[in-house]
C-alpha cells in the first residue's frame, strides 16, 4: 500500500511540474481525501493553493479537513472571501470548531466573517464547552424524528434533511428537546407498515452522556458498545448534538500518542514529527531531561555516601548497572501494564490492594528466577571463568538478595504510583518509565548497600 502510494504521489508531483492540470484533476478526483491531504504534506508550501484549486467543491472540504493546521492556515490566508465561505458551506460544525480552535486569532475572525450565523453561533457555543470534553467535540448536525411521525413522515424527513447531516443512519427521537428514543433507518426500511408510529419502533433504553463528560471516556464507549455514534444530552436530558465514531477515533489516536509521549519523558506536541522542527523537539524534551537528570543526583548521592564501602569491597560496583536495569525494568512493566488497564477503564483506586498483591505474587516469581539466574552465572563466569577472587559466595548472595528484593520493590511501587497518580488528578502516564526508574535506582542502591553491611561487615 505504501508503496503504491509512493508512485501515485511521485506521478502527481510530476503532473504538477510538467502543469498538466487537466490529468491531475481526474486523478484528484479519485482519490480518498485522506490520501490527498498525504499528498499536500509533501509539496513546497507555494503549490499546494494550486492544487487544491484544481479539486472539486465538495472533494476540496473533506481534504481541507484531513489537512495539518500549517496547511490549512496557509490556504485560509491565501483564499478569497467567496473562497472560504464555499469551503465553510461545505464543512460540518465539529469540524469548523476544530479549525477554529487550531487557527490564530487574525484567521478566526476572518473564518468567523465568512460563516453564516448559524454555523457561527454554533461554533460559539461549542467552543463554551469545556476542552477535552464531550460538549467540545460533538456535531449538532444529527436527524431528529418526533415520537408521533410515521415511518413514511420519517423517511421523506431524512432524505430533506440528511444531505446536511453527519451521519443519518442512526436517528434521535425527542420530545420538546428532550431525547426519548432512537431508530435507525434499517428499523424504518423493514418496517412492516409504513403508518407505523416512531414510538412503536424506537428504542428506549439509550446510552448517553453528558456535554461535560470526558472525551477519554466518550472514546472508551465507543469501544465497548461499537456505536456508530453517542448522543450528548445537557444536564436535563436535552439534546444537544452527537458525537461521532470518526471523531471518537481521532481522540484515541491523540490521546495514545499523548501518553507515548509522556511515557517516554517528553512534553507532548501537537505537530506530527517531519513537521516538527528542531527548536520544537527541543522544547518537548529538555524540560523531563532536566528533571530527570537533577533527581538522578539523588543515586550520586547515595553512592557516595558509601564510597568506603565500595572501597572496601571493589567488586560491588561492577554490579551496580546490572541491579539498577533490573530494578527499572521491572519497575517500567508493571507501570506500563496499569496505565494500560486504566486508560481502558479496567482499574480504579479502590482495586490498589488486588493490584498490589497480584504484582508482589508476579514480583516473588520473576525475581526468584532472576536471582537463581544470576547467582549461577555468578559463580560460574565471574568466579570460575574469570577467575575474579574478590568475587565470593558471599558476594554473590548479597548481589542476588538486593536484585530479588529490588525486582518486589520495583514492582510494587510501579502499580501503585500510576493509581495514585489518577487518584490525584494527574496523567497516569506521568508515571511511566522515566520517573519509575529514577525512584528505584535509588531505592535499588539503599537494599544493596544494606545487604552488603548486613552479609559482608562493610
Not at 90 to 99: I, N, P, R, S
Not at 315 to 321: C, K, S, V
Request: charged share 25%.
Amino acid at each position: 500500500m505504501a508503496e503504491r502510494f509512493d508512485i501515485v504521489e511521485k506521478a502527481l508531483q510530476a503532473l504538477l511540474v510538467d502543469k498538466k492540470y487537466t490529468t491531475l484533476r481526474d486523478i484528484l478526483v479519485t482519490m480518498n481525501p485522506a490520501d490527498i491531504a498525504a499528498v499536500f504534506a509533501t509539496l513546497e508550501e507555494e503549490r499546494i493553493p494550486l492544487l487544491f484549486r484544481l479539486l472539486p467543491k465538495e472533494l476540496a472540504a473533506e481534504t481541507f479537513v484531513e489537512m495539518e493546521p500549517d496547511a490549512q492556515e496557509l490556504l485560509i490566508r491565501g483564499f478569497s472571501d467567496s473562497e472560504l465561505k464555499e469551503v465553510l458551506d461545505e464543512l460540518y460544525v465539529d469540524d469548523a470548531a476544530d479549525l477554529v480552535e487550531e487557527m490564530p486569532a487574525i484567521v478566526v475572525k476572518r473564518i468567523l466573517q465568512q460563516a453564516d450565523p448559524e454555523m457561527r453561533n454554533t461554533i460559539n457555543q461549542i467552543l463554551r464547552y469545556p476542552e477535552n470534553s464531550a460538549g467540545s467535540m460533538m456535531t449538532t448536525e444529527y436527524v431528529s424524528l418526533r415520537p408521533d411521525m410515521t415511518v413514511e413522515e420519517s423517511i421523506r424527513r431524512i432524505r430533506r434533511q440528511g444531505v446536511d447531516k453527519e451521519t443519518i443512519y442512526t436517528c434521535y427521537v425527542t420530545e420538546n428537546r428532550t431525547l426519548v428514543g432512537l431508530v435507525t433507518v434499517k428499523d424504518l426500511l423493514l418496517a412492516e407498515d409504513d403508518d407505523i408510529r416512531i414510538k412503536d419502533l424506537m428504542l428506549t433504553n439509550l446510552i448517553s452522556v453528558n456535554t461535560q463528560t470526558d472525551q477519554e471516556e466518550v472514546a472508551r464507549m465507543f469501544s465497548r458498545y461499537n456505536f456508530l455514534a453517542i448522543p450528548v444530552v445537557d444536564g436535563e436530558n436535552r439534546m444537544v448534538g452527537i458525537v461521532t465514531f470518526d471523531d471518537a477515533m481521532d481522540v484515541m489516536e491523540d490521546e495514545a500518542t499523548e501518553d507515548i509521549e509522556i511515557m517516554a519523558g517528553m512534553t507532548p506536541s501537537e505537530k506530527i514529527y517531519i513537521k516538527s522542527t528542531t527548536w520544537d523537539l527541543f522544547k518537548h524534551r529538555i524540560p523531563w531531561l532536566l528533571l530527570l537528570m537533577v533527581s538522578a543526583t539523588f543515586t550520586g548521592m547515595i553512592i557516595t555516601s558509601f564510597e568506603g564501602a565500595l572501597a572496601a569491597q571493589v567488586a560491588l560496583t561492577a554490579f551496580i548497572p546490572m541491579l539498577m536495569d533490573t530494578g527499572g525494568n521491572s519497575g517500567s512493566q508493571s507501570s506500563v501494564t496499569i496505565i494500560r488497564a486504566l486508560s481502558l477503564g479496567e482499574l480504579r483506586f479502590s482495586d490498589l490492594p488486588t493490584v498490589i498483591w497480584k504484582e508482589i505474587r508476579t514480583a516473588v516469581l520473576c525475581g526468584g528466577v532472576l536471582s537463581c539466574a544470576c547467582f549461577i552465572k555468578v559463580l560460574l563466569v565471574d568466579m570460575m571463568l574469570m577467575g575474579n577472587e574478590s568475587v565470593t559466595v558471599w558476594v554473590a548472595a548479597v548481589v542476588c538478595l538486593t536484585l530479588f528484593v529490588t525486582v518486589l520493590v520495583a514492582k510494587c511501587v510501579g502499580c501503585t504510583l500510576p493509581l495514585v497518580a489518577k487518584r490525584l488528578g494527574f496523567d497516569p502516564a506521568v508515571m511511566a518509565s522515566p520517573f519509575i526508574t529514577t525512584i528505584v535506582d535509588a531505592l535499588s542502591l539503599l537494599v544493596y548497600f544494606f545487604f552488603a553491611k548486613l552479609l559482608l561487615g562493610i
